[in-house]
């Protein structure tokens, strides 16, 4: 546990309870099960009348609850709003680790809008809040809690609070669970998110690459594939300066893996690099042309968007069945999307 917290006091049960809590982050479940589990452990810490764990999604303007209760319908709405957020940077709640109570707030409740309209109309008179920090500085979020008493919070339960929110973090971070997809594709060597709202973010554990950079034809021919409703993607990309040819070191592997039902508020996909691997002797024109057969294009089709002559289109795709050892057309374009030996259109 941190120096500074540790030299303080911890409630006698403090090493049960965060023996707990790191259980529950190792276990299997969504975000939303692991919180609603998380949660119960910090009532036994600060017993509360309502609490809740939420995230803020990467350039959102809300947090986005994993478990709430003990609010009515009016407030939850308001606990989902931006003015919410607002009053977390009144309050200095976005700014700190430490447990934040409602006695520690340099504004008075009352002109606070979450107190003054929602919280101490009903009957609430007292909050602890503290922000959800991942190891490497990025805030996720905001564990709090509220009581009818307005009696602060003890030291020794407000330092375990903060030993708490740090296990919390680790366990609900979207990030770390979008990195544990990502260790399915063994080969990669690069990787970020995709966020919903179009934004790249790093992929915890996998460095970034060019190929990747936010507007690039890479991304927007993976956000193309998970539109069609697949879950799962893989295709090839040319790398910058490579000559034409049928070796590997032409291309790279793009994956593309959708985030999980439960993740989605939070990100839309990761996106991974990894060597392209077996080409078949696919030159790069032919790559190219099985971009657009997979599509469905026609042969005329074809011919329009590479801009060469649909004969020209009749020959490659000839050396194309040779090579993949197809004797139609549609079983060329079926090999190519089950095997990823493709280049979209336009890259």
């Not at 939303?32 to 949660?39: D, K, P, Q, S």
């Not at 179009?198 to 991304?219: C, E, F, K």
């Not at 592997?253 to 993740?263: F, G, K, Q």
């Amino acid at each position: 546990m941190p120096s500074d917290v540790g030299a303080r006091g911890l409630p006698v049960n403090a090493a049960e309870i965060l023996t707990e809590v790191t259980g529950i982050g190792a276990a299997p479940g969504t975000l939303a099960e692991r919180a609603g589990a998380l949660l119960a452990q910090v009532q036994r810490v600060i017993p509360f009348e309502a609490g809740f764990i939420a995230l803020l999604p990467p350039g959102g303007s809300a947090h986005v609850p994993l478990i709430r209760h003990g609010y009515d319908d009016r407030t939850d709405g308001y606990l989902d709003s931006p003015e919410f957020l607002h009053d977390l940077e009144l309050g200095g709640q976005r700014r700190t680790r430490h447990p934040v109570q409602h006695v520690d707030t340099p504004v008075p409740q009352a002109e606070i809008p979450v107190w003054a309209e929602y919280l101490l109309p009903a009957g609430f008179r007292g909050a602890v809040g503290v922000a959800l920090f991942t190891p490497d500085h990025r805030y996720l979020g905001l564990l709090g809690v509220t009581t009818e008493r307005a009696t602060p919070t003890g030291a020794d339960a407000c330092n375990l609070a903060e030993l708490l929110a740090e296990q919390v973090a680790v366990a609900v971070d979207p990030w770390r669970s979008l990195a544990t997809i990502a260790e399915m594709v063994h080969a990669a060597t690069a990787g970020v998110v995709l966020t919903l709202s179009g934004m790249v973010q790093p992929l915890p554990g996998r460095p970034d690459h060019r190929l990747l950079a936010r507007g690039s034809g890479v991304l927007a021919a993976a956000v193309v594939q998970l539109a069609e409703g697949s879950t799962y993607a893989s295709f090839l990309a040319p790398l910058p300066g490579g000559e034409d040819g049928d070796d590997a070191g032409t291309h790279a592997r793009i994956t593309v893996l959708a985030a999980p039902p439960d993740l989605q508020l939070f990100a839309a996909a990761v996106v991974l690099v990894s060597p392209a691997g077996n080409l078949h002797g696919l030159s790069r024109r032919e790559l190219q042309v099985l971009g657009l057969l997979v599509t469905g294009a026609t042969n005329e089709q074809i011919a329009e968007g590479l801009g060469i002559s649909v004969r020209t289109v009749a020959v490659h795709l000839d050396h194309v069945r040779a090579k993949l050892g197809a004797p139609s057309r549609t079983t060329a374009a079926a090999r190519a999307l089950r095997l990823g030996l493709f280049v979209p259109s336009p890259l």
